[in-house]
């Protein structure tokens, strides 16, 4: 499977092995990628950093939105999950606290039992409107792929060279728990260097970086679809979950297992 961009304001439902039935809701461009890291599994691929983007207004992911719910109930269709996600980050948005409440008004007329969730890599978190709209959503969940900056910066790839994982526990840890952290563990390289997060020395420096945060609970996955670099090997479930038991054992805090 090639790497894919979503070429819709909202999208699906698609089976979400993490989620349940997600309806994606993207706000970003639709035919490039828009975000602050430029991570080498990214399914939409890798991309450049640029500035001048035709983002949907607050406006347009209402209208979309509402469209397709309409059409859904119609269908009799119940989705679990609304799901920010999409071809980049999505509180990167000028509008995302708006579209945070725009969305979970709509959940609510349509289908209240349904949770909302954003995929987020966490680099706006340092902002407070945006921990604040994080906040009122069911679950906002927040990448940490490792606790090691060399590690970081190879899987991740920021734009910003200053971003580090002290200022990104920091911040996670101003959720006071109110967060589901995301770890995608993979071993390969890119560019002649090779990183492999699920060391010994990477887990235990991962598992304590987790219990400084204290999150509600962590989401572990590796691969699943086509990366755009060809050298990441997919970590196997079993693997996984002896990860998910360790993190367990030494926190108290539950870890689901996507493989």
Known sequence: MATVLFPDIVFGPIHSRRLGISLGINLLPLKRKFCTFDCVYCECG?????TENPLPTASDVEEALRAKLQALQQEGVTPDVFTFAGN???????????????????RDEYFPQ???????NATQIHRDEIRQALLKVDNNILKLDSAFDDTMRQMNRPWNPAYNVADLVKNLQAFKGKLIVQTMFLKGSYQGRSFDNTTPQEVEAWIQKVAEIK???VMIYSLDREAPVKTLEKI???KLREIAEKLKMATGIAASVAG
């Open 215 to 217: 999150p509600s609970s």
């Open 46 to 50: 890798l991309g450049e950093m640029f």
């Open 88 to 106: 980049g980050e999505p509180t990167l948005h000028p509008e995302f606290p708006q579209i945070i409440e725009v969305v979970t008004a709509l």
């Open 236 to 238: 196997p479930v079993e």
């Open 114 to 120: 349904a949770k909302v969730s954003v995929l987020s």
